[in-house]
Antibody
Framework: EVQLVESGGGLVQPGRSLRLSCAASGFTFDDYAMHWVRQAPGKGLEWVSGIIWNSGTIGYADSVKGRFTISRDNAKNSLYLQMNSLRAEDTAFYYC????????????????WGQGTLVTVSS | EIVLTQSPGTLSLSPGERATLSCRASQSVSSSYLAWYQQKPGQAPRLLIYGASSRATGIPDRFSGSGSGTDFTLTIGRLEPEDFAVYYCQQYGRSPLTFGGGTKVEIK
């Protein structure tokens, strides 16, 4: 059974940093691209960042480019999101999502999602 | 980026009725790379449809997807009580990946 478990969320002041983690199990992690998708409370879904299986291709939404960094550790079956210079508009549930594709340099759709971790940016 | 516009914003229907949800793209979505997700309150989204018309594993056949180019449709044949939720479309034909704003299907 595929499981994705996010951690690291919490309350943080504007301008500060936070690092999210996602622990994956139930599939061959290093075969697949992975993503972070966020959802502000009561709002819709927004793709934040993606990373292919070997970290060779990485992408970001314009709203986080230059502030967020995605990474993965295939030996630990883990995905990360380093979030710097946080803003109030970054307040959201952050979901870790598995890409449906393996061993490609492109992204596709999300076939499994974690339950999310809430990041609140407020003074 | 490809902007996806979903309509209507809210659909009020009774159990047993048919639901038709629309997703329109600002540019053609290559290879019909369009997916649909269902999200219930307090839960993560769940994949329903990929490739515009292929059902994901375990999805009942009352859910069907159609369309190509810029116009896509999700149809729920006969609404069951558990189908009342928010539905999102997502394109993966071009980066950045983008989602529509969602359609809420509520009980009338």
């Amino acid at each position: 059974e595929v499981q994705l478990v996010e951690s690291g969320g919490g309350l943080v002041q504007p301008g500060r940093s936070l690092r999210l983690s996602c622990a994956a199990s139930g599939f061959t992690f290093d075969d697949y691209a992975m993503h972070w998708v966020r959802q502000a409370p009561g709002k819709g879904l927004e793709w934040v960042s993606g990373i292919i299986w070997n970290s060779g291709t990485i992408g970001y939404a314009d709203s986080v480019k230059g502030r967020f960094t995605i990474s993965r550790d295939n030996a630990k079956n883990s995905l990360y999101l380093q979030m710097n210079s946080l803003r109030a508009e970054d307040t959201a549930f952050y979901y870790c999502a598995k890409d449906s594709s393996g061993y490609t340099s492109s992204w596709y759709y999300f076939d499994y999602w974690g339950q999310g971790t809430l990041v609140t940016v407020s003074s | 980026e490809i902007v996806l516009t979903q309509s209507p914003g809210t659909l009020s229907l009774s159990p047993g009725e048919r639901a038709t949800l629309s997703c329109r793209a600002s540019q053609s979505v290559s290879s019909s790379y369009l997916a649909w997700y269902q999200q219930k309150p307090g839960q993560a989204p769940r994949l329903l449809i990929y490739g515009a018309s292929s059902r994901a594993t375990g999805i009942p056949d009352r859910f069907s997807g159609s369309g190509s180019g810029t116009d896509f449709t999700l149809t729920i044949g006969r609404l069951e009580p558990e189908d009342f939720a928010v539905y999102y479309c997502q394109q993966y034909g071009r980066s950045p990946l983008t989602f529509g704003g969602g359609t809420k299907v509520e009980i009338k």
